[in-house]
């Protein structure tokens, strides 16, 4: 990611709100609206979604003719990599239990730096899954599965 | 009288071993993690929330107080030593803070700071204890209509207090009530924005809507640029001279004063006491060039005000049960946890929870300025811990953390969606705290507007007759309208600047 983008954070700001809002009257569109002295549970969500284009239509207006800040660079390393982390936890508590979960994470959210170093993280993996035990598993008694089998 | 003997119930309270215990553990980590950049205690609060399941809720609550004041005096002790402001909050002190300490007055500055807090803090606990009884004798005569009125000059409040451009504010609020209604309508059962998943049918969970906002995406960012702190700690003498106190005592008082009034606002706390403070002090002052130079009122004024404005944020919060910012949201997520209604009733019927806690506040301050003085130098060491290693113990912990709320593992994944969502906000330069307030406030509104239509037989005039809920009315009205004056949203962007 050089360089690539061009579009600024009011007009990004204001893509996504109304993206937000497009996607909640599609998701809303089977409820039942009523009316403003009779409310059924169609009528905020769609009050909500409608002020939501509009203020996002607002705000990439404004971005697109007063001049815009420039949306700093993503970094897709730490992004991914934390992501990655937590949805590994989320796949792996379960049927993995607690060490698995902890070292994958670990391993994962480590890489998100540039500056990893591999043998530090594995200690660090191995010290936090220990750390981890203690702590939840046996002092708060959490109800956590250990290890997988 | 009444109120020397409520205060006396309330340090009996505060003043148990296990109470006594919690608070420093409480005062201790906000210190942590006002020191350690990249942790905040909105992040903070919402990772221990469900280790504090196993407490009982008047020691859990003091601990969770403990560790949004605590982080004031954290954050500091880095901004006057490496400017590096540990938390938002202590941004304006990096500025004369810093100074101070290249010119070797590092002590000094630490000093006032702490002092400063102090003194505010006592007065912040003392406005507390004399003005949350009537307030919230007034607040148990609000109805339906009272509630909603309120919650609506809440969120206009946090839209004209917020930082950053006030339009994003607004798209933040809408989509923060959006995200509230997600779950099982009340009155017809008709599941919204479920995606027919079982586990979104009860809402969206706070903590993890909060730990994702906040705490992943908060990695995310920090992780782009690895702080490598360089330490030029020559602390020096602690002791200010007598030139420096005599300047820096009169801007503690005036920023404690204003301290405690932004606190109570909607919007308002810590962040936005420093510097409306310290944009004051340089008005004030007669050679305001000196300010950013090492300025000893450029310290004094924000550092009291962010303490006395933490503390009285807590007023709304146990005389209304309305949050007016997202630590205090944080809290009403705490005390539902433990099945206390927040609201009026608190005051009179857990005299022992709020008595307990406005103790342990005071207390939980001298134990800050007691303690943290000799252990700067430990503090300092911390910081040493590269983030490379932090990130990832962070992650898990928010991991574990939003596990355990529920045992589920949907949260988790629900969490990383949260914190992507964070990561863009942040780069579109969009505050998160606005969508909180609003995701936390949305049902309350709605429950509230529906339930006084119905009071009143369908008739809207309801909002407008009763004199509570249309001054409450005007009063946001009145809110907006000075912030939409030109001249004022010029004022009000200058403050922000600083």
């Not at chain 2, 609000?142 to 609506?152: K, Q, V």
Request: proline share 6%; net charge neutral; with cysteine.
């Amino acid at each position: 990611m050089s360089g690539g983008t061009r579009i600024g954070q009011d007009v990004g700001a204001g893509l996504m709100f109304a993206g937000f809002g497009i996607a909640g009257l599609y998701i809303a569109r089977d409820y039942p609206v009523g009316t403003a002295l009779r409310m059924e549970p169609g009528y905020v969500p769609r009050l909500l979604c409608w002020s939501l284009i509009a203020v996002g239509a607002i705000i990439a207006l404004r971005g697109l003719l007063t001049g815009d800040s420039p949306v700093a660079r993503w970094h897709w390393r730490p992004l991914l990599l934390v992501l990655a982390g937590l949805i590994a936890f989320r796949y792996l508590i379960e049927p993995g239990g607690l060490v698995l979960a902890t070292v994958v994470t670990v391993m994962l959210g480590a890489m998100g730096s540039r500056e990893v170093r591999i043998g530090e993280a594995v200690l660090l993996a191995i010290g936090l899954a220990i750390g981890a035990i203690g702590l939840f598993v046996y002092a708060l008694s959490l109800p956590m599965t250990i290890w997988p089998f | 009288m009444d109120l020397l003997a409520d205060l006396a119930h309330g340090f009996s309270i505060a003043l148990t071993p296990t109470n006594l215990l919690f608070c420093l553990i409480g005062a201790l980590v906000g210190t942590l993690v006002g020191v350690l950049p990249g942790l905040g205690p909105t992040g903070t609060i919402a990772l221990l929330l469900p280790v504090t399941f196993y407490l009982s809720p008047v020691t859990a609550l003091i601990m969770l107080a403990g560790i949004y004041y605590g982080a004031q005096y954290g954050g500091s002790t880095t901004a006057i030593l490496i400017k590096l402001p540990g938390e938002a909050s202590a941004v304006v002190t990096t500025l004369d803070g810093h100074a101070m300490a290249q010119r070797g007055r590092a002590g000094a500055a630490l000093a006032i700071a702490a002092l400063g807090s102090f003194f505010a803090g006592t007065v912040a606990t003392i406005l507390i204890a004399l003005a949350s009884p009537p307030l919230s004798q007034l607040a148990l005569k609000f109805g339906a209509a009272e509630y909603f009125s309120l919650m609506i000059f809440g969120l206009i409040g946090a839209v004209v207090l917020a930082q950053g451009s006030l339009i994003k504010a607004v798209g933040m609020i809408l989509l923060g009530l959006l995200l509230g209604l997600t779950g099982t309508d009340l009155n017809s059962g008709q599941q919204r924005f479920t995606f027919g998943i079982s586990e979104l049918s009860d809402g969206i969970g706070f903590v993890t809507l909060a730990m994702g906002l906040f705490g992943i995406a908060e990695i995310m960012v920090n992780l782009e640029h690895a702080v490598a702190p360089k330490l030029e700690a020559v602390i020096g003498r602690l002791m200010p001279t007598r030139e420096e106190a005599r300047q820096a005592a009169p801007a503690v008082v005036r920023g404690t004063i204003i301290g405690s009034l932004l606190g109570i606002l909607p919007g308002g706390g810590a962040l936005l006491s420093a510097f409306a403070a310290y944009a004051i002090e340089k008005k004030l002052a007669r050679d305001p060039s000196r300010f950013g130079k090492g300025a000893v009122q450029g310290v004094a004024a924000p550092e009291a005000a962010n303490n006395a404005g933490a503390q009285t944020s807590f007023i709304p919060l146990l005389t209304l049960g309305i949050p007016f910012n997202p630590v205090m949201a944080l809290m009403i997520g705490a005390m539902t946890i433990f099945g206390i209604t927040p609201g009026p009733g608190i005051v009179t019927k857990q005299p022992e929870l709020f008595w307990g806690m406005i103790a342990s506040m005071w207390i939980g301050n001298l134990m800050l300025v007691i303690i943290n003085l000799p252990l700067i130098g430990i503090w300092v060491r911390l910081l040493k811990v590269p983030y490379r290693l932090l990130a990832p113990t962070i992650l898990l912990l928010c991991g574990i953390g939003v596990y355990s709320l529920n045992n589920s593992p949907f949260e988790v994944g629900l969490a990383a969606l949260f914190g992507m969502m964070g990561y863009a906000f942040y780069k579109f330069g969009c505050e998160p705290a606005p969508l909180l307030l609003g995701f936390i406030l949305g049902p309350l509104m709605e429950e509230n507007l529906r339930r006084a239509l119905v009071l009143s037989r369908g008739d809207p005039m309801v909002f407008v007759e009763r004199p509570i809920s249309l001054g409450l009315l005007l009063a946001a009205a009145a809110l907006l309208i000075v912030v939409l004056l030109p001249s004022i949203g010029r004022a009000r962007e200058a403050a922000f600047k600083e």
